[in-house]
């Protein structure tokens, strides 16, 4: 009797927080039989306790609201990145349209030019063959003439009376 406690064998003292013992609740255990006999004859059984110890405390997840506030961040966070994406695919859109919109007006300004230079060039060959067919018409006319005094030159005179009478 040596290690009993006095003031819990006492009743009618109330125990004070130094003397009395801790009670700890049992833990679980099981009996194992693993099939083996002693050398008496009789089975051999030995008191495993049931729960593995652990030496890491276990991890508790987050509760529904916390839950909740993540799947909350998590398409928050999902849709700013489509935005990101959607918001760099409108500025290279943007600079695509302006460079291509830049192309075509200095396409539209040089066939401007190009066409404002092919219609001097056919106002400078309309004034070219109008000269040139005045040209043609001075030519013609003087080659006529040309063709009318060689004619002349080149036909025997027609010989009057007289001469042939007088061979000559």
């Known amino acids: 009797m040596d290690n009993v406690d006095i003031a819990a064998s006492k009743s009618s003292l109330s125990p004070s927080q130094d003397t009395q013992r801790r009670v700890?609740?049992?833990?679980?255990?099981?009996?194992?039989?693993?099939?083996?006999?002693?050398?008496?004859?009789?089975?051999?059984?030995?008191?495993?306790?049931?729960?593995?110890?652990?030496?890491?405390?276990?991890?508790?997840?987050?509760?529904r609201k916390e839950r909740a506030y993540m799947d909350k961040i998590h398409d928050l966070e999902h849709q700013a990145s489509l935005n990101e994406q959607a918001?760099?695919?409108?500025?290279?859109?943007?600079?695509?349209?302006?460079?291509?919109?830049?192309?075509?007006?200095?396409?539209?300004?040089?066939?401007?030019?190009?066409?404002?230079?092919?219609?001097?060039?056919?106002?400078?060959?309309?004034?070219?063959?109008?000269?040139?067919?005045?040209?043609?018409?001075?030519?013609?006319e003087q080659l006529n003439a040309a063709h009318a005094q060689l004619a002349q030159l080149e036909a025997p005179k027609p010989k009057g009376l007289l001469r042939r009478l007088l061979g000559g």
């Open 24 to 63: 700890t609740a049992p833990s679980p255990r099981r009996v194992e039989r693993p099939g083996a006999v002693d050398p008496n004859g009789e089975p051999v059984v030995e008191l495993v306790s049931g729960a593995p110890s652990r030496s890491e405390p276990k991890v508790v997840g987050p509760g």
């Open 87 to 140: 918001l760099e695919n409108a500025s290279l859109i943007e600079r695509g349209s302006s460079n291509l919109m830049d192309r075509m007006e200095r396409q539209l300004e040089s066939s401007d030019e190009a066409l404002e230079r092919e219609r001097a060039a056919s106002r400078r060959v309309c004034v070219m063959l109008g000269s040139l067919q005045r040209e043609n018409e001075v030519i013609r």
